[in-house]
């Protein structure tokens, strides 16, 4: 194990060994802050024995954020996440937590922070360089615990279709945008698949494609 600096906030993440074969584990992970200032700044992945290190640009803040760690072919057995909750030193356990599942931080109250970690195999491809200026693709917010606005532009007049994947690549929802009169195209979506039914929690990617011009946003999806 390495040396950790004092005054960081350590998080252990243990998890069920899981196995997918032909297929690579897309590792995910959401803070919620609630009323603290929440950072995280490194990580660590076991997997069975081996030990990634996993440096961050820092997660967390004020508000609730998401973030992803590497592919792995099997399901991790734990995570440590280093970091610190309002400056100061904090370390708190998480033993073999269900995925998706929001547990709390060690830390004292009822509205402590809280994380949350899930999966998925991902088969919906991440352009990773920048989209074209045509067609340009948004979703607000990227947490999605209500309602989401999807906005596409510039188009032209139409009816442009985005659609929506979850995270073994089915899609489950179609969106008809409407363009209006400053080229911008928009439409909403409140977590429902094609037959009005609440999707499960997790990743979900949308998806626009036309003329050549391909734009991926990804999205969590929590009730």
């Known amino acids: 194990m390495k040396k950790r600096c004092a005054g960081l906030a350590i998080v252990v993440l243990s998890l069920v060994a899981f196995g997918v074969s032909d297929a690579q584990i897309a590792l995910y992970g959401v803070i919620d802050p609630n009323t603290h200032n929440v950072t995280v700044s490194l990580a660590y992945v076991f997997v069975n024995p081996n030990v990634d290190t996993v440096p961050t640009p820092g997660w967390g803040g004020s508000s609730v954020d998401t973030f992803a760690f590497p592919s792995y072919p099997n399901w991790v057995d734990s995570v440590e996440l280093v970091g610190a909750i309002d400056g100061q030193p904090n370390t708190s356990m998480f033993v073999s937590p269900k995925p998706?599942?929001?547990?709390?931080?060690?830390?004292?109250g009822i509205i402590a922070p809280r994380a949350m970690f899930y999966n998925g195999i991902v088969n919906v491809e991440e352009?990773?360089?920048?989209?074209?200026?045509?067609?340009?693709?948004s979703v607000s917010p990227s947490v999605v615990t209500g309602q989401m606005t999807v906005r596409l532009q510039p188009v032209e007049t139409g009816r442009p279709v985005v659609e929506v994947y979850d995270a073994t690549g089915k899609v489950i929802r179609s969106l008809d945008c409407t363009a209006g009169p400053n080229g911008i195209a928009t439409a909403t979506w409140s977590r429902e698949d094609e037959i009005g039914r609440l999707v499960p929690e997790g990743v979900y990617f949308c998806r626009y494609a036309a003329s050549g011009v391909v734009a991926v946003r990804k999205v969590l999806v929590t009730h």
């Open 100 to 108: 998706d599942t929001w547990y709390r931080f060690m830390y004292g």
């Open 127 to 137: 352009p990773r360089a920048a989209i074209t200026p045509l067609q340009r693709l």
